[in-house]
T-cell receptor
Framework: DGGITQSPKYLFRKEGQNVTLSCEQN?????MYWYRQDPGQGLRLIYY???????QKGDIAEGYSVSREKKESFPLTVTSAQKNPTAFYLC?????????????FGSGTRLTVV | AQSVAQPEDQVNVAEGNPLTVKCTYS??????LFWYVQYPNRGLQFLLK??????LVKGSYGFEAEFNKSQTSFHLKKPSALVSDSALYFC????????????FGDGTTLTVKP
């Protein structure tokens, strides 16, 4: 079955550590997105990529970094510069361009700072 | 710029009664509108979309939504609610001139009581 796989499901980070969240899709989608979800605040866009080797900052990119070396993969690194990283992180993908008719989401990664 | 408002944080209905979850939007150009549902600790699932054509759109699990251009609204409806419909619902919009990211509302928690 085609879909998006996020791993791990739960992740714990110590203060000052960088951690990387994985997102892989086998839908042959061009565009991929990372959102952060906090209680009562809906989804906020961190980074997005519409094509391999290219990505753009979203609304809350500070303290995060991404890469898009392969069409299938869009990993997100939460750096030590992100002061409040505890949240639920969602990866999504869609057909690129004008055929963007809705997202397919992964099951999410819950990151907790300990 | 594009934005979405979901004016109700919480909607409570009795099982068997009709339900409505409200959404209004602002966008330059023509809107593409979406509804997603999220169950606890899961990613978002696509419910339905409006791209063009008939203003009444039917989607998964018996949900439908009505596009109203003059009121810039896209309310989600279901004629007879089920307890299993209890979840968090998100409305999203993007402009037909924007091939990239969608903007999400803050979400509405629907609770259906037996």
């Amino acid at each position: 079955d085609g879909g998006i796989t996020q791993s791990p499901k739960y992740l714990f980070r110590k203060e000052g550590q960088n951690v990387t969240l994985s997102c892989e899709q086998n839908l042959n989608h061009d565009a991929m997105y990372w959102y952060r979800q906090d209680p009562g605040q809906g989804l906020r866009l961190i980074y997005y990529s519409q094509i391999v080797n290219d990505f753009q900052k979203g609304d809350i990119a500070e303290g995060y970094s991404v890469s898009r070396e392969k069409k299938e993969s869009f990993p997100l690194t939460v750096t030590s510069a992100q002061k409040n990283p505890t949240a639920f992180y969602l990866c999504a993908s869609t057909q690129g361009g004008v055929n963007n008719y809705g997202y397919t989401f992964g099951s999410g990664t819950r990151l907790t700072v300990v | 710029a594009q934005s979405v408002a979901q004016p109700e944080d919480q909607v409570n209905v009795a099982e068997g009664n009709p339900l409505t979850v409200k959404c209004t939007y602002s966008v330059s150009g023509n809107p593409y509108l979406f509804w997603y549902v999220q169950y606890p600790n899961r990613g978002l699932q696509f419910l339905l979309k409006y791209i063009t054509g008939d203003n009444l759109v039917k989607g998964s699990y018996g949900f439908e939504a009505e596009f109203n251009k003059s009121q810039t609204s896209f309310h989600l409806k279901k004629p007879s609610a089920l307890v299993s419909d209890s979840a968090l619902y998100f409305c999203a919009v993007r402009s037909n001139t924007n091939a990239g990211k969608s903007t999400f509302g803050d979400g509405t928690t629907l609770t259906v009581k037996p």
